[in-house]
């Protein structure tokens, strides 16, 4: 049964450090891995796709890598602004593609 | 491009009723998958539609039910309510399944007294 972890739970950051949050797997047979990020009260907005093939993604101020064989992905924010404060979450999908498979996430907070 | 739309966006409502969530997807996408998210356990897969059809089902008793309309709009239900059903539940929606990027609506806040 697939099972997906994110350490730290929770993380302080002063405003323009680079951080990275981690994401970790124990079924490597994924289909791809999709980063999220939820505001209080609010749904998930998309961050990053990264397909089984591929190594990473990037966005603006974020990249997201994948390691299969290992079980893990990183997802690097640069120049942390208090505007990233957030939860993120990761999720992969296994390669029967049935659902996504989330992790608790990341509450990250920024200040200022 | 509108998002993923979800209504109503707050309820309450008692033991034992009945509710009915419903998601309007991104226009184009045919998948509309749900999900349940409490403090506890997180978000949890309840079930996918895709072109009318339930294609996969989570863990979830029997209660919860949905559907989707041939629009690829989606309805889910729970009946009989319980205390614990309190959550907020997601709708997402792609192209076409899970290998495909999943965006969310903003959830309908459920509470069960």
């Known amino acids: 049964k697939q099972e997906v972890t994110q350490i730290p739970a929770a993380l302080s950051v002063p405003e323009g450090e680079n951080l990275v949050l981690n994401c970790s797997f124990t079924?490597?047979?994924?289909?791809?891995l999709q980063w999220f990020r939820q505001d209080p009260g609010k749904g998930l907005t998309s961050l990053l796709l990264?397909?089984?093939?591929?190594r990473e993604q990037t966005s603006g101020r974020l990249n997201a890598s994948l390691d299969k064989s290992s079980g893990r992905s990183t997802l690097y924010i640069a120049a942390s602004q208090p505007g990233d404060s957030a939860t993120y979450l990761c999720?992969?999908?296994?390669?029967?593609?049935?659902?996504?498979?989330f992790g608790k996430g990341t509450t990250l907070s920024v200040s200022s | 491009k509108a998002g993923v739309t979800q209504t109503p966006r707050y309820l309450i409502k008692t033991r034992g009723q009945q509710v009915t969530l419903s998601c309007s997807p991104i226009s184009g996408h045919r998948s509309v998958s749900w999900y349940q998210q409490t403090p506890g356990q997180g978000l949890q897969f309840l079930f996918e539609y895709f072109s009318e059809t339930q294609r996969n089902k989570g863990n979830f008793p029997g209660r919860f039910s949905g559907r989707q309309f041939s629009n690829s709009r989606s309805e889910m239900n729970v009946s009989t309510l319980e205390l614990g059903d309190s959550a907020l539940y997601l709708c997402?929606?792609?192209?076409?399944?899970?290998?495909?990027?999943?965006?969310f609506g903003p959830g309908t806040r459920l509470t069960v007294t």
């Open positions: 990264i397909q089984s093939s591929q």
């Open positions: 079924d490597s047979a994924i289909y791809n």
């Open positions: 999720a992969v999908t296994n390669q029967a593609g049935t659902a996504l498979i």
């Open positions: 997402a929606s792609s192209y076409s399944g899970n290998s495909y990027e999943q965006y």
